[in-house]
Nanobody, 118 residues
């Protein structure tokens, strides 16, 4: 079992920055994949960015160049740095981990609200 606690959300003005954190505990060593998803009101949850055990990353097109996903393996914390924020980035952000490459088992954090508004 893996427990995830997301934090760092809040209100930010357009163009501002925010850093989200996702702390993993339990049997969380050497996690294969960590992802950040978001869900805006009335929309489906969608993938924003993900990072793999080898450090490889992938981003959804609208956040490329603005968001950065990273992971501190020693602390078992994943981050999502949000820069140049836009109103359309407003959503609840969720972290997700898939511990093993060979299993579809995955776990969700509780979500943290990001609101981009002046």
């Amino acid at each position: 079992q893996v427990q995830l606690v997301g934090s760092g959300g809040g209100l930010v003005q357009p163009g501002g920055s925010l850093r989200l954190s996702c702390a993993a505990s339990g049997t969380a060593a050497n996690i294969y994949e960590t992802g950040w998803y978001r869900q805006a009101p009335g929309k489906q949850r969608s993938l924003v960015a993900r990072i793999f055990r080898d450090g490889g990353t992938k981003y959804e097109d609208s956040v490329k160049g603005r968001f950065t996903i990273s992971r501190d393996h020693a602390k078992n914390i994943a981050y999502l740095q949000i820069n140049s924020s836009r109103p359309e980035d407003t959503a609840v952000y969720y972290c997700n981990v898939r511990p093993s490459r060979f299993s579809a088992q995955n776990y969700w954090g509780q979500g943290t609200q990001v609101t981009v508004s002046s």
